[in-house]
């Protein structure tokens, strides 16, 4: 795939008019909308495919996988309520476009992918767009426990269940968002930690992810 990186007129009204419409479909949080009218969304597509990348749809990038649907993106990242500082580890990293709303946000990103294609991608195209997360190429169904805790975990896989060793790597008082289910559909899970042992678990609407593939997953 051959990169291009320009921001022109025409991809900043274009996502100006995608801001727009995920304020439509519900999405009210003004700091992940900010988040959203920044990240340039065409940067991680060819540049023959520029025209559908401020399309509110997934996208293919390769290796059987997407770039998550960018209404998908700002839910996800509005249950998350990211506080500047935030530590957060990502599950999925994919084509890093929600690694960079996360950045934009503030927070301090651990993300890992497993697929090493889109591992490899990332970790050019990222930081040469100015984000430096904690890159890591592995299997994130088990978390990365070597640098936990942290205050939110976001997993952008669908899982069949919420790994219990991924839980015990949110800080109390930290937020979960993890989507659960069958491999053709799963809702959406907010997980409070308010104990050591105590757990508050919030379903809400569906979803269609990729699946999450590992130890603790399909
Ligand atoms: N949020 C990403 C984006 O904006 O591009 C999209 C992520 S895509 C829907 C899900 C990603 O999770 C895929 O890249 C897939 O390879 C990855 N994945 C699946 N199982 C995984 C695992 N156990 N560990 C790490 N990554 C995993």
Same mark, same amino acid.
């Given at each position: 795939?051959? =990169? ?8 900043? *009204? ?70 500047? *500082? ?18 934009? /946000?503030?927070?301090? @990103? ?14 050019? @195209?990222?930081?040469?767009?100015? =984000? ?7 299997? *994130? ?12 975990? /976001? ?39 308010? *104990?050591?042992?105590? =757990? ?19």
């Amino acid at each position: 795939m051959a =990169y291009k990186f320009i921001d022109n007129y025409r991809e900043r *009204g274009a996502r100006k008019q995608l801001v727009e419409l995920l304020k439509r479909r519900g999405i009210a949080d003004k700091k992940v909308l900010e988040a959203i009218g920044k990240v340039p969304r065409h940067y991680f597509f060819d540049e023959t495919f520029w025209n559908q990348a401020y399309k509110d749809i997934a996208f293919p990038i390769g290796d059987g996988q997407t770039i998550s649907q960018p209404y998908t993106v700002a839910y996800q990242t509005e249950l998350l309520h990211i506080r500047p *500082g935030d530590k957060v580890l990502e599950i999925g990293t994919g084509s890093g476009y929600q690694t960079c709303i996360l950045m934009e /946000l503030g927070a301090e @990103v651990y993300t890992i992918e497993r697929q090493a294609n889109l591992y490899n991608r990332t970790i050019q @195209v990222l930081p040469y767009m100015g =984000y430096k997360p904690h890159f890591f190429l592995g299997d *994130g169904s088990k978390g990365i426990p070597d640098h936990a805790p942290y205050d939110k975990i /976001l997993v952008t896989a669908g899982a069949p269940f919420v790994p219990e060793v991924m839980l015990k790597q949110l800080r109390i008082g930290g937020v979960m968002v993890i989507p659960v289910g069958s491999e053709k559909e799963q809702k959406m899970v907010t997980i409070l930690r308010i *104990g050591e042992q105590e =757990y508050e678990r919030i379903e809400l609407d569906t979803f269609r992810f990729v699946p999450l593939v590992g130890d603790q997953a399909w």
